[in-house]
C-alpha cells in the first residue's frame, strides 16, 4: 500500500510541473500547412502525434516563419518546428529532437536548361529568389551572392522564377516541389542543382524547457519510431 502511495505521488508530482509548450510553425508545405481547416504536414503531424504522447494539446499556432522563431526563441515554453538547426540558431534554442529521415537539402534551382547551376562560381551573380528569415538566405549570404531577392511566401518565388524575375530559387527540395505543384505546374520543370546545405530538421523549442521536457518528448518520438507510427506517417509524404 505504501508503495502504491509513493507511486501515485510521483506520477502526480511529475505531471504538477510538466509544462505545456505554446507549439508555433509557419506554412511550408510539405513540412507544415493547412488543408481544408486541417493543420497537417510531415513535421506536423510528427509532432502532434509526440504532443499526444506527452499529454498536451496538439494545436499550432501558425505564423510567419521570422516571427515563429522569434516567439520561440524569445519567450517562455514554445515548442518550433521544422527548425533546421544551424549555426546562427544554435545558442537561441533547445534542440530537443532530431528528424534526420525527413530530406531537407537547400538546393538552387532554375528553369533554364542553358544554365549550369551545379558550380557556385558559374552562377554567384545570378539573381536569386529566397524566402525571409530562412537558413537559405543566410546560405546565400555567405556564399556571396549580391542579387538577393526576398519574399514573404515561396509562391511568390514561383512566379518570379516562371516570369524571369530572378534565374534561381534558393529552396529545401521537398519544399520547392511540392510548392511548384501547388500553384499549378509540373515540378519536372525544376532543374536542381548546387546544394547550398544538408541540415537537419528539428522538434526545437525555447532555451527554459526542462530536462525532464526534453526526455519525455524525446522518448515520444523515439516510441513512435518503435511501434511503426513514425514510418506511417512519413511515408504520406
Request: hydrophobic fraction near 40%.
Amino acid at each position: 500500500m505504501k508503495n502504491f502511495i509513493l507511486a501515485v505521488f510521483f506520477l502526480f508530482s511529475i505531471s504538477a510541473i510538466a509544462q505545456e509548450l505554446t507549439l508555433v510553425t509557419a506554412e511550408i508545405p510539405p513540412y507544415s500547412m493547412v488543408e481544408n481547416g486541417v493543420q497537417t504536414g510531415v513535421t506536423v503531424d510528427v509532432v502532434k502525434e509526440m504532443a499526444r504522447r506527452v499529454g498536451q494539446s496538439d494545436e499550432f499556432q501558425f505564423l510567419p516563419w521570422a516571427r515563429a522563431q522569434n516567439k520561440a526563441s524569445q519567450n517562455n515554453a514554445y515548442g518550433i518546428t521544422p527548425l533546421s538547426r544551424t549555426p546562427h540558431r544554435e545558442d537561441k534554442y533547445t534542440w530537443v529532437a532530431p528528424i534526420p529521415e525527413i530530406n531537407n537539402d537547400y538546393v538552387l534551382v532554375s528553369l533554364d536548361k542553358n544554365l549550369n547551376i551545379n558550380k557556385l562560381e558559374d552562377i554567384i551573380g545570378l539573381s536569386v529568389g529566397v524566402q525571409r528569415g530562412t537558413p537559405a538566405q543566410r546560405l546565400l549570404e555567405k556564399a556571396g551572392f549580391d542579387d538577393i531577392q526576398t519574399v514573404t511566401y515561396e509562391e511568390q518565388n514561383v512566379e518570379k522564377l516562371r516570369k524571369g524575375r530572378i534565374k534561381l530559387w534558393a529552396i529545401p527540395r521537398l519544399v520547392g516541389k511540392y510548392v511548384y505543384k501547388n500553384n499549378g505546374y509540373n515540378p519536372d520543370e525544376l532543374i536542381f542543382g548546387y546544394v547550398l546545405s544538408r541540415p537537419i530538421i528539428y522538434f526545437a523549442a525555447s532555451k527554459d524547457i526542462s530536462d525532464l521536457e526534453i526526455k519525455r518528448w524525446k522518448q515520444a518520438l523515439n516510441s513512435m519510431r518503435d511501434d511503426g507510427t513514425f514510418e506511417k506517417i512519413i511515408s504520406k509524404y
